[in-house]
Every structure is written in C-alpha cells, then in structure tokens.
C-alpha cells in the first residue's frame, strides 16, 4: 500500500494515508510545494505538532506539508514588544528563544499566554485553532498577533493583519488550514514578571465570586481543576482553585520547588482511570502545598505532558481494546456555569464515559475571528472522557459529548470544533451561526480546493445540502 499513514498523538483516533510528506525550512520551499501540487494537480493538508483530534491536519490522498522545520526567527521589537518567529517554532522553543535574545537585560519580553495541558503545539496550529490559555481577562490567541505571512492557493505569500489582507486575517486564525499555509507569526508580547500562586480547594458555586475578587485583587491566571469521582457528591463541583497574582520584582525566586515531575503526571493518570476518589486527594494535596510559591509568568505556563501514555496503561492492564481520552471543550455563560455542571453531572454519573479529567477556566470574548468561538465572555469547561477504541465504545462518547453540547447550548452557550467532528449540523449552526459562509468563504480563497482535510471534508459534506 502507498501513501504513509497519519495519525493525531494524543487521541489516534484519525489514521490518514497520506500521498506523501514534505517538510519545508523556508516559505521559498513551502511556495515551491504549493505550485508543484497545483501543477500536479494534488490537495493538500498541513500539520504542525498533530495535537488537533478533529482531522484538521491530515486528507486522505493529499500531499502533507509538515510544517515543524518553519523555525526561522524575525526581529525582537523590544520597543513595540513584538517577535517575528517561524510558524513552526513550538512554544517551549519560542520561551527558550526569548530568553537567550535578552540575556542580561532587566526587562525580558516573553509569551502572554499558550495552551494549556500539551506545550509542544507549533505558532501555526495554535493559530490555524485560535487557542487559549488560564488567562483571567484574556481573550484567544487573536488578541495577541500582529500580523502573520499566508501563502495563499495560488502560491502567493500575503502578509495579513488588522489593516492588510483583514479578511485572510480574521479567517486563518481559527480556520483550520482551510485558507492557507502560515509560515511566519508576529506575537504580541508582555514584559515577564514574577508571579504568586495562590490555591484553595473550594465548590463550584463559590468558583465564579472567588474568581472575581482574585482578578479584582490582580490575579492574571486561574483555573479549577473539578473531581471526577462519578460516585461521590462532589463529582464536577469540589476543585482545586489555583491563581497567579503579580508580586514585587525584588522577590528572590527559588533555587527549587515542588512540582509534578513525569512519575507523578504517570502515577496521576493511571489513578484516574483506576481510582478516581485517590487521584482527587493526591491532586490537590500537591497544589496545597504549593500554596504562597513563585513562578515567572511565561514558564508557570508550561507543563509536563505523556505522549502516548495509554499504549503503556493499555498494556499494564491488559486490556483487550486500545482506548485514549476525547477532549471536548464547552462554554457556558458566566452566570450560567453552577447549572451547568449540575446537568453535566447528573448525565455523567453513571460512569459509562468516565471523566479522566476536566478543569474550568475563563475566556474574553473574541470580536475578531470570522468563526469566533468565544462569542461573549465565557466560563469555559473541559472534559477528557475515557474513550475505547471500539465501534461501541466510540459511538458512545460521541453520544455523550453530542450530549454535553447540547446542555452547553440549552444555556446559552458553544463549543471547540478542534477536538472532535461527532457535532450534528443544527448543533454547528447554533454554536457557529457563520460556519456555512465561513465554507462559502472557503471556496473563493481557494477555489480550486487545494487546502483540504478530513474536518473540511467532513463538514463540506454535512453542509452541502440546505
């Protein structure tokens, strides 16, 4: 069989048999790959790190561009605080990179936020997805991009931002790789500084007040990490809240500190697929302790992450049928959350997806992406639900997560198309009341169909009829 096979790293539930994989280090050679495929006639798909579970970085059939070597760095505007910076750098390369740059100086220019959870997501695919991190008051990545360069269908390198190419610009951050291949970011930065955490185990009906007066008090980052112990009262209502607020630059950092190292991100997944009761005391006995401890504001941001941890738990408990954790991301209005949950909850409880994980953060609303997903400020909720690779075992997280969606909308709300493509249309419609001129927009930037993936495809078919 020809073609190499494709597959997304954290749920491998999207194998793709693509033509071929080419991995350009300059835009000269992604031009170059993109007049060959013209003349060759050939679709093609991007990637970057393969975190997105949706398709959107493979086609069947396409010629792959991997977009990982695009490393090249730009100017360091230390007056304007921005960084020309390849789309292919990831983000701890990026914080490494800054760092070196400014070495010696006071004032260190570094990342406002990343995504959360996995770091090794490239510049490209965090904007082809319009990411978000623990921000208090942020809203997604858009905010924080100047400008970015887009080789477009026919070959041509388009510099876009808020005054030039404006359209390209608000539809490629968040737009999938539908409408061309990002080669290079100018990012927005804010001078690092030095930051307290602040934590506290507390109830999801005092998270939205508590988070409230820690942003009046300062605080810049925050999230609730909630049990998922399906069998237990506090399931989806105890958390541990943890929060960052700035503290005096003359504050002597520490030699060491406490952290979760990979044995113990191991010890902890293992403990909420076999124990979810333990994991919760394990959890929030750690952070307790770390209560009062400092951190820098861009390296507080990244974290330890398993790559293809469940091949080895699969293993260990020598289960019949591979399994991963699904993803799906909802959003709720502020005051709406404590109802939410409850739902949440109660369709949850009988354990039939476990939740392996899930966390609470917040979002500003978006005003820019034409497929804005952050329609107003959200509270934002994250469920990893325990998946098994089996026909029964898919169809029922897709029920479960079509399920969550639905509760999410009946109050008022949406969700992330990045994770998963097991939404119903009328669901798309009212989460994304724009996603079929968002299509229409697709076909005059590229009307030959040169950008394709398994998620274009997907929808182009959910939506071909009226």
Same mark, same amino acid.
Not at 140 to 150: C, H, Q, R, S, Y
Not at 223 to 230: C, G, L, V
Not at 304 to 324: F, I, K, M
Not at 339 to 346: H, I, K, V
């Given at each position: 069989?020809?073609?190499?096979?494709?597959?997304?790293?954290?749920?491998?539930?999207?194998?793709?048999?693509?033509?071929?994989?080419?991995?350009?280090?300059?835009?000269?050679?992604?031009?170059?790959?993109?007049?060959?495929?013209?003349?060759?006639?050939?679709?093609?798909?991007?990637?970057?790190?393969?975190?997105?579970?949706?398709?959107?970085?493979?086609?069947?059939?396409?010629?792959?561009?991997?977009?990982?070597?695009?490393?090249?760095?730009?100017?360091?505007?230390?007056?304007?605080?921005?960084?020309?910076?390849?789309?292919?750098?990831?983000?701890?390369?990026?914080?490494?990179?800054?760092?070196?740059?400014?070495?010696?100086?006071?004032?260190?220019?570094?990342?406002?936020?990343?995504?959360?959870?996995?770091?090794?997501?490239?510049?490209?695919?965090?904007?082809?997805?319009?990411?978000?991190?623990?921000?208090?008051?942020?809203?997604?990545?858009?905010? *924080?991009?100047?400008?970015?360069?887009?080789?477009?269908?026919?070959?041509?390198?388009?510099?876009?931002?808020?005054?030039?190419?404006?359209?390209?610009?608000?539809?490629?951050?968040?737009?999938?790789?539908?409408?061309?291949?990002?080669?290079?970011?100018?990012?927005?930065?804010?001078?690092?500084?030095?930051?307290?955490?602040?934590?506290?185990?507390?109830?999801?009906?005092?998270?939205?007040?508590?988070?409230?007066?820690?942003?009046?008090?300062?605080?810049?980052?925050? *999230?609730?990490?909630?049990?998922?112990?399906?069998?237990?009262?506090?399931?989806?209502?105890?958390?541990?809240?943890?929060? #960052?607020?700035?503290?005096?630059?003359?504050?002597?950092?520490?030699?060491?500190?406490?952290?979760?190292?990979?044995?113990?991100?191991?010890?902890?997944?293992?403990?909420?697929?076999? *124990?979810?009761?333990?994991?919760?005391?394990?959890?929030?006995?750690?952070?307790?302790?770390?209560?009062?401890?400092?951190?820098?504001?861009?390296?507080?941001?990244?974290?330890?992450?398993?790559?293809?941890?469940?091949?080895?738990?699969?293993?260990?408990?020598?289960?019949?049928?591979?399994?991963?954790?699904?993803?799906?991301?909802? #959003?709720?209005?502020? *005051?709406?959350?404590?109802?939410?949950?409850?739902?949440?909850?109660?369709?949850?409880?009988?354990?039939?997806?476990?939740?392996?994980?899930?966390?609470?953060?917040?979002?500003?609303?978006?005003?820019?992406?034409?497929?804005?997903?952050?329609?107003?400020?959200?509270?934002?909720?994250?469920?990893?639900?325990?998946?098994?690779?089996?026909?029964?075992?898919?169809?029922?997280?897709?029920?479960?997560?079509?399920?969550?969606?639905?509760?999410?909308?009946?109050?008022?709300?949406?969700?992330?198309?990045?994770?998963?493509?097991?939404?119903?249309?009328?669901?798309?419609?009212?989460?994304?009341?724009?996603?079929?001129?968002?299509?229409?927009?697709?076909?005059?930037?590229?009307?030959?169909?040169?950008?394709?993936?398994?998620?274009?495809?997907?929808?182009?078919?959910?939506?071909?009829?009226?």
């Amino acid at each position: 069989m020809t073609g190499v096979l494709c597959n997304d790293i954290h749920s491998k539930l999207n194998p793709t048999r693509v033509a071929r994989v080419l991995r350009p280090a300059s835009e000269a050679e992604v031009v170059a790959a993109l007049k060959k495929a013209a003349g060759e006639g050939m679709a093609v798909s991007i990637c970057g790190a393969r975190h997105a579970m949706g398709g959107q970085q493979f086609g069947e059939g396409t010629l792959l561009l991997d977009l990982s070597h695009l490393t090249e760095w730009g100017e360091l505007d230390r007056e304007r605080g921005t960084v020309e910076a390849g789309a292919g750098l990831k983000w701890p390369e990026l914080i490494d990179g800054l760092h070196a740059r400014q070495a010696g100086e006071e004032k260190v220019w570094s990342i406002r936020q990343k995504q959360t959870g996995a770091d090794d997501l490239t510049l490209g695919g965090s904007l082809a997805a319009n990411i978000h991190g623990r921000g208090l008051n942020l809203c997604p990545i858009i905010g *924080d991009v100047e400008a970015f360069t887009l080789v477009d269908a026919a070959g041509v390198p388009r510099r876009c931002s808020r005054e030039e190419n404006a359209e390209l610009f608000r539809l490629a951050i968040g737009g999938y790789g539908c409408f061309g291949v990002i080669t290079s970011v100018c990012l927005r930065l804010t001078p690092r500084i030095k930051l307290e955490r602040l934590v506290e185990v507390t109830t999801i009906e005092r998270l939205m007040p508590a988070l409230e007066q820690r942003m009046a008090n300062g605080c810049l980052f925050g *999230d609730f990490q909630f049990s998922i112990d399906e069998r237990s009262p506090d399931f989806l209502c105890r958390g541990v809240l943890s929060s #960052y607020r700035p503290v005096e630059p003359e504050r002597e950092m520490p030699e060491q500190r406490e952290e979760l190292e990979r044995h113990h991100w191991e010890e902890l997944i293992r403990l909420a697929h076999d *124990d979810r009761a333990k994991v919760f005391e394990v959890y929030s006995s750690f952070y307790l302790r770390t209560h009062g401890a400092l951190y820098w504001s861009d390296t507080h941001q990244l974290s330890v992450y398993l790559d293809d941890y469940h091949s080895q738990l699969d293993h260990e408990c020598g289960t019949e049928v591979p399994a991963s954790e699904m993803i799906s991301e909802l #959003y709720v209005p502020r *005051d709406r959350l404590v109802e939410f949950m409850a739902a949440a909850a109660e369709r949850l409880k009988d354990g039939a997806v476990p939740v392996i994980y899930g966390t609470v953060r917040l979002i500003r609303r978006d005003e820019e992406s034409f497929l804005a997903w952050a329609r107003e400020d959200f509270a934002c909720v994250i469920f990893n639900l325990h998946t098994e690779h089996s026909e029964a075992g898919i169809a029922t997280a897709a029920e479960a997560f079509r399920a969550l969606i639905d509760l999410a909308l009946s109050f008022g709300g949406s969700f992330f198309l990045t994770y998963h493509r097991w939404a119903r249309r009328d669901q798309i419609e009212r989460a994304y009341p724009r996603f079929a001129e968002f299509l229409r927009a697709k076909l005059v930037h590229d009307p030959d169909g040169r950008f394709q993936s398994e998620w274009w495809r997907h929808h182009r078919e959910l939506f071909a009829t009226p």
